[in-house]
């Protein structure tokens, strides 16, 4: 069964300062998903990473893929209040194309 | 283009009472996609349906939870009967194929008490 372990689990952040979330999975994988949750609402696809090295930037956010290391980082550049919601990476099982979720992050931007 | 449409969007049912949820694929999306997402917790697959068949259900709870998609589009999930243990959000998916880029519909919010 495939595992996906994010950290932490929660983040408390300063505005304009930067942070990174780590997503770290247990078998081979070729594609992996970040997604934003805002509370009660539904899951907002932000990346989607489709080979080893490959890293996608939007605004403040940027997603990379280690598929050697099995591990994917969403790194937050000089963080705002408006990044505040809860932060899933999604591994899809090379065989079957099943998504297995992390806990995800949940993420607090302070002034 | 529309998104993935559910409802209702809040239920509160008491246990052993039963309850049904309905979804709305993206138009032309032959692949959708029930989740359970319990609170603190990343989703979780229950079922999956290609067109009209079921590619996998190994997670759903076949003693309790059902679900159909008549005619390759909509689908709705049933629950009957309730358990404390079930009040979680349920999310529906659909993509195009049956691999790639999910699209997640709001969610219905199931409390049982």
């Known amino acids: 069964e495939l595992k996906v372990e994010q950290n932490p689990l929660f983040l408390s952040m300063q505005e304009g300062k930067n942070y990174t979330i780590y997503c770290n999975y247990s078998t081979t994988s070729d594609r992996l998903y970040w997604y934003r949750q805002d509370p009660g609402k539904s899951l907002e696809s932000l990346f989607v990473l489709l080979s080893n090295g490959a890293v996608k930037q939007e605004g403040r956010l940027m997603a990379s893929l280690d598929t050697k290391a099995r591990l994917s980082t969403l790194h937050i550049t000089a963080a705002v209040h408006d990044l505040s919601a809860t932060y899933f990476c999604a591994v899809e099982t090379s065989n079957d194309y099943k998504l297995s979720f992390g806990a995800g992050t949940t993420v607090t931007v302070r002034a | 283009e529309a998104g993935v449409a559910q409802s209702p969007r809040y239920k509160i049912i008491e246990k052993r009472q039963s309850v049904a949820f309905w979804c709305n694929p993206i138009?032309?999306?032959?692949?959708l996609y029930w989740y359970q997402q319990i609170l603190g917790q990343g989703p979780k697959l229950l079922i999956q349906f290609q067109n009209n068949g079921v590619v996998d259900d190994s997670q759903l709870p076949k003693d309790r939870f059902s679900a159909e998609r008549l005619k390759g589009v909509d689908s709705t999930l049933k629950i009957q009967p309730a358990k404390l243990e079930d009040s979680a959000v349920y999310l529906c998916a659909s993509s195009a194929a049956g691999w790639g880029e999910q699209y997640f519909g709001p969610g219905t919010r199931l409390t049982v008490t």
């Open positions: 138009s032309g999306h032959a692949t």
